[in-house]
Structures are given as C-alpha cells and as structure tokens.
C-alpha cells in the first residue's frame, strides 16, 4: 500500500476562527488576556499564543481555571464551555470572549433542545476532554458522558426519550 501525505495540512475552520479570535483580542485589548485551557490541542500553537502575551490558564476543569484568573479578559477555546463556566466569569468580574468552534456550538443548542423537550441525551465522547465538559453541562443530570461500552451498560435511564449524539 502506498501512502500519500497531503500537504500543506490544515487546521479545521473552528480552529482557525479560535485563532483570529485569540489573535484579535490580543491586539485589541489591553490588560491581562487568558485562555482557559488549550485553545487547540496543539501545544505549538499554545505556546505562539502565550508568546504573544496570553496566558495560558490549564485546570482540571473549566470551573477550577477560573478560579485563577484574577483580572482581565478569558478567552473561552474552541471546544466551548459550559453555561455555568460563562455565568462564573461574569460573576469573577472578567471580560469573556467565546472562540468556541460553531459545529461546538451548535451540538450545545441541539443538547439543551433536546433536554428542554424531556429527552435524557447520551453524548458519546471522551472524559476528561473539555468539549464534553461543557456540553453536559448544558443539562446537568439530563447528559450523560458515554466514552466505552461499559458506560452504556451502567446508565441508568428513565424514560423513553431519548437521543444520543456525539
């Protein structure tokens, strides 16, 4: 088999929007300028952002950053955060900016959708990771993180609504 690398390889456009995003908010503000966590997974690209003076901020969990930003302006990463992550910012007195990927965004409607409408919402993805951080956060106690088989078997669902999605 012979393989071929496509180049150049790119990066999503939520990527790039987060990116433009971070950049801008740089350029336009002044004071302290935090991302809260990774922007991307990509620790090259960390690393360019926190030479151009944003501070990179990387907590177990969203909520727990937060905690460590003392001022300024927080740059919410691509992988979207939860609406409590957004409430506590205000309420920390900080200036959020939301570089969250709009496919991010639009999972995080449909989820809220769907547990508004009485659906329990299995959302298949990986623990630990921040994207579903924030999307079961959406509807806590109506989301569920589902990452292996194992997890499927110990939910324990109660009604006939319901959707899964990932």
């Given at each position: 088999?012979?393989?071929?690398?496509?180049?150049?390889?790119g990066y999503?456009?939520?990527v790039?929007?987060a990116?433009?995003?971070?950049?801008?908010?740089?350029?336009e503000?002044?004071?302290?300028?935090?991302?809260?966590?990774?922007?991307?997974?990509?620790?090259?690209?960390?690393?360019?952002?926190?030479?151009?003076?944003i501070?990179?901020?990387?907590?177990?969990?969203?909520?727990?950053?937060?905690?460590?930003i003392?001022e300024?302006?927080?740059?919410?990463?691509?992988?979207g955060?939860?609406?409590?992550v957004?409430?506590?910012?205000?309420?920390?007195?900080?200036?959020?900016v939301?570089?969250?990927?709009?496919?991010?965004?639009r999972?995080?409607e449909?989820v809220?959708d769907?547990?508004?409408?009485?659906?329990?919402?299995?959302?298949?993805?990986?623990?630990?990771?921040?994207?579903?951080e924030?999307?079961?956060?959406?509807?806590?106690?109506?989301?569920?993180l589902?990452?292996?088989?194992?997890?499927?078997?110990?939910?324990?669902?109660?009604?006939?609504?319901?959707?899964?999605?990932?």
């Open positions: 088999m012979q393989v071929l690398k496509i180049t150049p390889r999503c456009h939520g790039v929007d990116f433009r995003i971070a950049k801008r908010v740089r350029e503000t002044h004071g302290p300028v935090h991302m809260l966590g990774m922007l991307v997974h990509n620790t090259h690209a960390t690393d360019d952002l926190q030479r151009q003076g501070e990179l901020v990387d907590q177990p969990n969203r909520l727990a950053g937060l905690e460590h003392k300024g302006t927080v740059i919410f990463t691509a992988h955060v939860s609406p409590q957004k409430q506590r910012a205000v309420e920390l007195g900080l200036t959020p939301d570089a969250t990927c709009s496919d991010v965004v999972t995080h449909l809220a769907l547990a508004r409408k009485g659906y329990e919402v299995v959302y298949i993805g990986r623990k630990g990771h921040p994207e579903p924030g999307v079961v956060g959406e509807a806590p106690g109506r989301v569920y589902v990452q292996d088989p194992e997890d499927i078997d110990a939910l324990e669902l109660e009604g006939d609504r319901i959707a899964v999605t990932c």
